[in-house]
């Protein structure tokens, strides 16, 4: 038995938050998500160049270092220390998809661009009416011969308005309640409308998509629920990025607790305060063990992962919230502030714990999938 | 990352499986299905077999009685008990073998651990906790019981209150205060009392749900022998302290399997009122699957570290909020199922219950209503949640302390001396 990250990894972990902080510090995400494209371009090479960070999950064959999911979970609970704005996770959630719905064709074609940094590829999916992006979708597609067009509306789509590939979740038209399928369309395909949203969340672009008769390729055939199962995988990973996220403002709570005075003492020898700050601990502590359950479940292939994925989810959003929520309490006024980073990461927290699903959400899957 | 028990553990739970197939009588689902009068017997006898068969302290070295394994044995078999509803030993156990027995073997003499600890073993003697007084609660150090040697005896006067199990237990361990002129935490003694002496008198108290499961205990003159110390004399902080990281000892890694098989019976609770249609009932016991889950995941990684060296510290008080914290809970969301059956609740008695119900009790009205008033207990024994709340912050956190008020000689402390 051994349920911990391996030394490599952590190690692996420290040189990455060295590079993050060095490389792309809070200050830097703020300056690049007002430009056009909203992230560091010059940072994302160095993490695909030198740290080889978009292939380290894919196969060796198609470029990647072919590691299993724990890396890139460690990946995105630095990234989400550090609300990167980089296209990784995007990129990572995109190769998913590719690596287990994508005929050998794309595979070969599309996972090399992604690990070498080449390409950015997104999902889109999501629906104003479809949190998930995998029911009850609006976004039809049409077959005539081998040509396939796709009409709808996206939301959310990460870097959507920069990305060189989408995949986007759409149902046929002529059988609207049946399973939907990704389709890959090319980010210069005719019909294809992107415009970069203005977000909640400041950190991480993203772009509504408007495809009228839009020219698409179908990434594969799905099995029966293997988009639902892709949410599931996204969700185990999602909560470790939050669970990076808990972190930061823990420490930034904390640490502000220990230095600012009032009444001639630290405000963290308070109780109000310090019991805030053990309740944030203890969110964490519950978040990250459920996230690292999750990914080691999602590593291993386990059908488990339908329950623990939902479930990781709730509780990383939860603590994430929670923990954000009273880092700008703590912080008092100067935590309501623009200029201090705390916004920042309150941001994140609600808009990562609305993807795919909110708490309620989340729990009432679980629900159906515990048999309640 | 790797979840599986190292092969001697899964070795183990084979033989405690073994043990419990041919050991427990035949359709045991637990204590709860027995009559109340029947429980105590059952209790007495299953663990005269526990002790013949060494699976009372299988992390004690085989010299004092134990069977020398791990306490990743100890833990499986707390596993293996809880799943075949197998009582691990009396009320008293807990205090006579988990905490001072594990004290005895970390800090005892030669000749404490060669006479205590087979006769708490063998059940020849039962122990219970001395620590609490009615002015010392959350603020232990603030103990006024004195020890004062007369010749080779110690003196002993006070009281002590909220000792749970007291009423059934013939030895005491108690903190003293041995020298009120030194600070509050330097001048306390940990001294082992015998209780069959007309200096000690036990009270019962009955607590919020009815039943008596805790007393006071009062010393008028009681006395033991001056050599009856563990730690040194005036060190007895130090062993309080150690004794209280036995308390923690590996709950952790055991709570999920204590909650599981109740939040099961909530389930079939809801079940059988038709609420687990209703999807704010839904959405609720999710979550209390939830917290299950993470006490397990949580769990996993303090058994992965105890096998890998570590021992339990103070993350420990984490788990205790965790869990203190959901017991309440989820009592509160059967209260909010039984809905009219709460108010007026019937069917069998839990006959006094510390967390939860004996398994093998009736899923009745009445035994969740005795659980949800006992959850309340939860958050106040052991260190208060706020108490933990401040060990979270300063000891894992590295917050501040609050300043203090009562350093200098306790015997100067505003109210030292009632």
């Known amino acids: 038995m051994d349920f911990a990250f391996s030394k490599d990894q952590e190690e692996f972990r420290s040189s990455l938050r060295r590079f993050l902080t060095e490389k792309a510090p809070l200050s830097s995400v703020r300056a690049a998500s007002e430009t056009d494209l909203g992230y560091d371009p010059l940072v994302w090479k160095q993490m695909s160049e030198q740290l080889g960070l978009p292939g380290l999950h894919i196969a060796e064959e198609h470029g990647g270092s072919g590691t299993g999911l724990l890396e890139p979970a460690v990946v995105l609970e630095e ?28 595979q070969a074609d599309l996972l090399p661009r992604i690990a070498s940094g080449e390409a950015v590829v997104t999902l889109a999916t999501i629906e104003v009416a479809s949190p998930t992006g995998t029911r009850g979708l609006a976004t039809t597609a049409v077959s005539r011969g081998d040509q396939v067009t796709l009409t709808g509306r996206k939301t959310l789509v990460e870097h959507g308005h920069s990305a060189d590939v989408l995949l986007v979740s759409a149902v046929g038209a002529d059988a609207p309640t049946g399973d939907a399928r990704l ?26 998509v408007v495809l009228d008769g839009t020219p698409a390729v179908a990434l594969g055939d799905p099995a029966p629920g293997a988009l639902d199962e892709l949410v599931d995988l996204f969700c185990a990973l999602l909560a470790s990025e939050m669970v990076g996220g808990t972190e930061a403002c823990l420490t930034m709570a904390v640490a502000y607790a220990k230095d600012r005075m009032q009444f001639n003492r630290p405000i963290g020898s308070f109780q109000a305060i310090k019991h805030k700050c053990a309740e944030m ?86 629900a159906d999938r515990i048999g309640l | 990352m790797d979840i599986t028990y190292p092969p001697e553990a899964e070795a183990f739970r084979e033989r405690v499986r073994a043990f419990l197939g041919e050991n427990l009588p035949a359709g045991w689902t637990g204590l709860g ?81 060669k006479h205590y600890l087979p006769r708490i073993l063998s059940g020849e003697q039962r ?55 030194a600070a509050k935490h330097k001048g306390i003694t940990f001294l082992l009392v015998p209780m069959d002496q007309p200096g000690v008198e036990v009270r019962p108290i009955v607590n919020m749900a009815g039943y008596a499961l805790f007393n006071e205990v009062f010393f008028t003159d009681a006395r033991t022998a ?20 036995f308390e923690r000892g590996v709950g952790a890694t055991t709570d999920a399997i204590r909650f599981r098989g109740d939040l099961d019976r909530l389930v079939a609770l809801a079940r059988e009122r038709g609420l687990t249609e209703d999807p704010r009932i839904r959405e609720r016991l999710a979550w209390c699957h939830s917290r299950v889950e993470v006490m397990r995941y949580r769990g996993l990684i303090s058994l992965s570290r105890l096998l890998n060296g570590g021992r339990p510290g103070p993350e420990a008080s984490i788990s205790k909020v965790i869990w203190s914290e959901f017991a309440q809970a989820y009592t509160e969301l059967a209260i909010e199922i039984l809905g009219p059956e709460a108010l007026a609740p019937t069917g069998q008695a839990t006959g006094g219950l510390l ?44 917050l501040p302390k609050e300043p203090r008020l009562d350093a200098g000689p306790f015997r100067d402390l505003a109210g030292s001396r009632g």
């Open chain 1, 183 to 208: 389709y890959v369309v090319q980010g210069d395909a005719a019909g294809l409308t992107r415009t970069r949203q203005h977000a909640l969340d400041l950190t991480r672009p993203v772009a509504e």
């Open chain 1, 281 to 366: 601990l203890i969110a964490l502590d519950g978040a990250r063990a459920a996230a690292q359950y999750a990914v080691m479940v999602a590593d291993g292939g386990s059908a488990e992962l339908s329950t623990v994925g939902p479930l990781a989810k709730a509780e990383a959003s939860e603590a994430f919230t929670f923990a954000a929520n009273w880092t700008i309490q703590v912080l008092g006024g100067i935590g309501f502030t623009w200029e201090q980073d705390a916004h920042l990461y309150f941001r994140r927290a609600w808009a990562d714990s609305g993807l795919l699903g909110g708490p309620a959400a989340q729990r009432a899957r679980l």
């Open chain 2, 33 to 113: 299905a027995l009559a109340e009068e029947e429980r105590e017997q059952f209790r007495e006898s299953w663990r005269r077999t526990l002790a013949e068969h060494q699976m009372l302290a299988v992390s004690w070295p085989k010299e004092y009685g134990g069977a020398g394994l791990s306490l990743v044995e100890q833990v499986v078999l707390a596993e293996e008990f809880a799943r075949a509803g197998a009582p691990q030993g009396s009320e008293n156990d807990g205090f006579g073998i988990g905490m001072l027995g594990n004290t005895l073997i970390h800090l005892g003499t030669e000749e404490q651990k």
């Open chain 2, 127 to 181: 122990w219970c906790q001395g620590y609490s007084e009615p002015d010392a609660g959350s603020d232990l150090a603030g103990i006024r019981t004195s020890a004062v040697l007369d010749g080779d005896e110690w003196v002993i006067n006070g009281q002590k209150t909220w000792t749970s199990s007291g009423h059934l237990a013939d030895h005491i361990f108690v903190l003293a205060r041995t020298d009120p002129s």
């Open chain 2, 226 to 245: 001056s050599h009856e110390v563990v730690g040194g004399v005036n060190d007895g902080w130090r062993t309080a302290m150690a004794l209280l990281g």
């Open chain 1, 79 to 106: 990234t989400g220390r550090a609300l990167s704005s980089s296209p990784y996770l995007a990129g990572l959630f995109a190769s998913l998809a590719i690596q287990r719905l994508g005929s050998p064709e794309l």
């Open chain 2, 355 to 398: 967390q939860m119900p004996e398994a093998g009790t009736e899923n009745s009205p009445l035994s969740w209503v005795e659980t949800f008033m006992s959850a309340r207990a939860g958050t106040i024994y052991a260190g208060s949640s706020q108490i933990q709340r401040n060990i979270i912050g300063e000891q894992l956190l590295g």
